[in-house]
């Protein structure tokens, strides 16, 4: 009797184990990259398009229609990476307006600060309550490209300062919230293709579309253009936040290539192992997860260059370069870099996909402009 008791007890116990260790002992969801297929939760919402409109309504179309629209651009040059970049004149100096031109189609239009009828329903300034008046947002999106299905997701960062909307027409917008103020400062609508290459949010389905760089012989010319967009695009979110425009001078120019040809020669030599790793698997994938150097890694970087103490940071990869102001600018970490109230000097350093930012006190600097 008492070996009858004690079986069943430890019946009781074994079955009580299996059942019950789903729940005491859940798995923990294996941590996902963008190249690696993994399930989302079948309870999200499947996303609506909203009405097109605007410059919604001129991606996928002739780069002809949207010059007769803005006129000529003022500044057309390869971006290396696949389309033409296109600049054009605003009505006010506190508004920039580019664009992306694939295979003689509009694939993105970009603009910051002011805005006019074409952003409608969006405009500069509204606040993320506004843009809830207008749209549902949706943190999971699910897209067919060149036969494959490609899943990814916002997450809650990106929700609240980068939301992605998408039209009737099957393209999309990408929302540029500040950090200060949590306003609307910039917006890029764009095809599916150009989504997918900027890879903006975490992938957890599906082969993203390959970047493929070209080989210009001009490439030099083209940094220097960027680099010119790049410090007047600053400006102009600079006046947006009511603080004073940066200048720049040679020197702190100079210094910016200057980082980014000694990190590109040697970069072991600036990185510890684990982080030398990590920029060496990022050559190894067609789209690479970011890679930044900040804060005290960025000191020490200018340590090892003999360089002066600055603040500023490396990115890479930097496909898209108004893109990638705009992403700075919606990143808490990054932001808040860019709010110093004092006059400073500004140097953007640009080698093809390597990009350096360098900020300085106006009072620091003794050389000429």
């Known amino acids: 009797m008492k070996r009858r008791i004690i079986f069943l007890l430890l019946l009781v116990t074994a079955i009580l184990v299996v059942y019950l260790q789903p729940v005491f002992f859940a798995r923990q969801a294996p941590a996902y990259d963008s190249q690696t297929n993994k399930d989302i939760s079948q309870t999200s919402l499947k996303y609506k398009p909203i009405k097109v409109s605007g410059y919604a309504d001129l991606i996928g179309k002739s780069s002809s229609e949207l010059r007769n629209l803005l006129g000529k ?15 054009y004149q605003t009505d006010n100096e506190n508004s920039y307006i580019a664009a992306n031109i694939r295979n003689g189609k509009v694939a993105a239009v970009k603009i910051a600060g002011n805005d006019d009828k074409h952003t409608a329903p969006f405009k500069s300034g509204m606040t993320m309550n506004d843009l809830t008046k207008v749209t549902m947002l949706y943190p999971n999106f699910s897209l067919d490209y060149n036969g494959e299905k490609i899943q990814f997701e916002l997450m809650e960062e990106d929700m609240n300062y980068r939301p992605l909307v998408a039209f ?44 493929t760089k070209a080989q210009l012989t001009n490439w030099d010319e083209v940094n220097r253009l960027k680099e010119a967009s790049a410090f007047e695009l600053l400006n102009v979110l600079r006046k947006l936040e009511e603080r004073d425009v940066y200048t720049t001078n040679f020197t702190l120019q100079g210094r910016a290539d200057d980082i980014n040809a000694d990190f590109l020669k040697e970069p072991k030599r600036f990185l510890n192992e684990e982080r030398f790793k990590q920029l060496e698997r990022m050559n190894d994938v067609s789209n690479p997860q970011p890679f930044l150097i900040v804060s005290d890694e960025f000191d020490q970087m200018l340590k090892k260059m003999k360089m002066p103490a600055m603040s500023g940071f490396y990115y890479r990869p930097m496909i898209d370069t108004m893109f990638q102001i705009l992403s700075f600018y919606s990143d808490p970490y990054l932001h808040t870099r860019f709010l110093n109230e004092g006059q400073q000097k500004v140097g953007v350093g640009i080698d093809e996909d390597n990009m350096v930012i360098l900020l300085e006190d106006t009072e620091e600097t003794k050389d000429s402009e």
């Open 73 to 87: 651009p003022l500044v057309s040059y390869d971006s290396g990476f696949g389309y033409r970049v296109n600049t």
């Open 168 to 211: 009737t027409n099957d393209t999309f917008a990408i929302l540029f919230f500040n950090q200060k103020k949590s306003q609307l400062m910039g917006i890029t609508y764009l095809d599916k293709q150009m989504l997918l290459e900027l890879a903006p949010y975490t992938s957890i389905e599906g082969q993203l579309p390959k970047v």
